[in-house]
């Protein structure tokens, strides 16, 4: 059994168990309330009917992640009368993790709060690190704020019942936090023959969640350092909301094109880390980019990491080893269009 993780945040401590959910769920507190992904909540539904506290179904997409999905979630609260002794336990993907810590966090200004990752990516990135968020209009994640939890379950049984496609999209994150910050995480990735299949195992899970946490201990709420995390996001994003990708596919371009970018503008000398990020994200590239910057320019202008004419990017100087950047926004996508024209 892998030991407890266990990380100190400004509302306390949050505790991250491997262990299983069914078993977890039977302990718990009497004031407590569910936010369940609806694709979950039918594959258990016997665990879920036996559970005997009010259920919230979710039925989780970018498209739902809105302020209209935030009340209706808050409305459930109300409608159940919850206050600050309950805890909320959200289970779900990442986009149900990010929506129903949020709700958590502003609903009688907090309350008690467990994720219960159930995808690939949401064990390895969305529901660690205290972040929270819906989208506003056209901008990802634009709305939100940080807020950890007190415990975080992973049950990678989860991952036996979830289709291949959704799967996979945990990869490129994982791959982030390699490149970024562990040489031998990235490693150990090297080394699975084919990263798509679920190879990914409890040890490697570990790893990531320690490699993540290293800096998100010395930067919580991204002042600094932690926008390391965000390499592949900046462009990611806005692929992602421009050509309707999954996070996971849209991250992986984002990465290949944002190490192309920074390299045409002489920010990276060591050409082996976009070999090397070509070749293990090989499976996510896809033609359905245009190598053109127009569809890309209104988020790029939006992102979260803008600054007035500058742009905050994480530069993988050697494998592991990342500064970030402030980057003028007009010579980033000036040399983005040239990387569009190079990779597509």
Known sequence: MLKPITYHHSRGTCHIIFSSFSAYLTKLP??????????????????????????????????????????????????????????????????????????????KRGC???LIPTTLMAMV??????????????????????????????????????????????IPEIVKHALTLNKSL???????????????????IYKNITTKLSIIKSDPEEKNVRKILNMGHTVGHAIEIAYGLPHGTAVANGIVLELETLALLGYIEDHQILSLSKSILRPFITKKIKN????LLPFLKQDKKRCEEKISIPVVKSIGNTVVEDILLSDFTNALQKALINEY
């Open 30 to 107: 009497i004031n407590t309330v569910c936010i369940v992904d609806k694709n979950v909540y039918q594959l258990y539904q016997t665990i879920f009917n036996d559970l005997q506290k009010p259920i919230f179904v979710f039925h989780a997409s970018e498209k739902r992640k809105t302020l209209t999905s935030l009340e209706n979630i808050l409305t459930f609260f109300h409608d159940n009368e919850v206050d600050r002794s309950y805890t909320i336990i959200a289970i779900g993907g990442g986009i149900t993790c990010d929506i129903a810590a949020l709700a958590a966090s502003v609903w």
């Open 125 to 170: 990135d969305a529901s660690i690190g205290g972040k929270t968020a819906i989208n506003f209009l056209t901008v990802k994640n634009s709305v939100g704020t940080f807020y950890h939890p007190e415990i975080i379950l992973i049950d990678t049984l989860f991952l036996k019942t979830l289709p291949v496609e959704i799967y996979k999209e945990g």
């Open 186 to 204: 990235l490693d150990q990735l090297l080394e699975i023959q084919d990263i798509c299949l679920k190879q990914i195992d409890n040890a490697l």
């Open 112 to 114: 008690k709060l467990t």
């Open 292 to 295: 053109k910057i127009e569809p």
